[in-house]
C-alpha cells in the first residue's frame, strides 16, 4: 500500500522543479568607459583668407569713397590746342578690395550722355596695383593695366598695354599707343590723374589726358 505524501512534500518539490527549469538569467552589459572632451582646435586663416584682409593701401582706397566733381583736359597731339570738359561726376563705391569709379554727366549737365567705369585695386600677392577701365564715349575696349617698381602712395603709376584709337578726323587711322597713367592723391579732397601717350611707332611722349577731381560739397 503506497504511502500518502503530506502536501507541504509536495510544494516543496514543485517549486524545486520550477526552479531549476526556470531559464539563466543574461550577464549585464559591460560598462561603457568614460568620454572624455577634446578641447577645440584653434583653426587657422587660410591663405586666401589671409590675403583678403585689407591693406594700408586698401585703407587708402576706401579713403576715397563718394562723389567728386571731375574736368578733363584732353590733347589729342603734343602740339593740340588743349580741350577742357568740365560738368562731369565720379561715383566712388568700395567693392571688396576694388575701388570702383563711375564717370558720368553732371545732373543738369550739356554734357552727352556717357559712362567711364574704372577698378582700382592693390594685389597683394603679386605686391603691385592693377587697373581697369571702359569708357563708352571712345570705342576703344576694356583697357587693364599693371604697376612695376614702386607702389607707394599718394601716388599710382600703372602701365597699359599697346591699345588703338581710330584717330579724331574722319578718316580711320588706327594708331597704336602705350599709355602711362598716374593717379596722385594731393589731399582728401582733391586727386589728379594724368595719363602719358607714347606712340608705338616712337614719337615723343605727351600729357594727352588729365582728370582732376575735386570732393562734392
Known amino acids: 500500500m503506497p504511502i500518502p505524501r503530506s502536501p507541504l512534500w509536495l510544494l516543496l518539490a514543485f517549486t524545486a522543479l520550477h526552479a531549476g527549469c526556470s531559464p539563466a538569467q543574461a550577464a549585464p552589459p559591460p560598462a561603457s568607459p568614460p568620454t572624455t572632451k577634446s578641447a577645440p582646435v584653434s583653426k587657422s586663416p587660410s591663405a586666401i583668407e589671409r590675403m583678403l584682409v585689407p591693406g594700408p593701401e586698401t585703407e587708402q582706397l576706401a579713403r576715397r569713397v563718394g562723389t567728386w566733381d571731375v574736368v578733363m583736359t584732353l590733347r589729342t597731339s603734343p602740339e593740340a590746342t588743349p580741350i577742357v570738359i568740365s560738368g562731369m561726376i565720379a561715383e566712388r563705391t568700395m567693392t571688396g578690395l576694388y575701388l570702383q569709379e563711375t564717370m558720368k554727366p553732371a545732373p543738369g549737365s550739356k554734357v552727352p550722355d556717357f559712362r567711364r567705369i574704372d577698378y ?38 600703372v602701365h597699359f598695354d599697346n591699345f588703338a584709337i581710330p584717330g579724331w578726323g574722319q578718316e580711320l587711322e588706327g594708331k597704336f599707343m602705350r599709355a602711362r597713367h598716374v ?32 570732393r562734392h560739397r
Open 120 to 157: 582700382l585695386t592693390y594685389n597683394k600677392l603679386e605686391a603691385r596695383w592693377q587697373y581697369i577701365s571702359m569708357d563708352t564715349r571712345a570705342p576703344i575696349g576694356i583697357m587693364a593695366a599693371r604697376s612695376y617698381g614702386a607702389t607707394n602712395f599718394p601716388e599710382v603709376t
Open 183 to 214: 593717379t596722385t592723391r594731393e589731399s582728401d579732397d582733391r586727386d589728379v590723374t594724368r595719363q602719358y601717350w607714347t606712340p608705338v611707332a616712337g614719337a615723343p611722349e605727351w600729357l594727352a589726358v588729365q582728370y582732376e577731381y575735386t
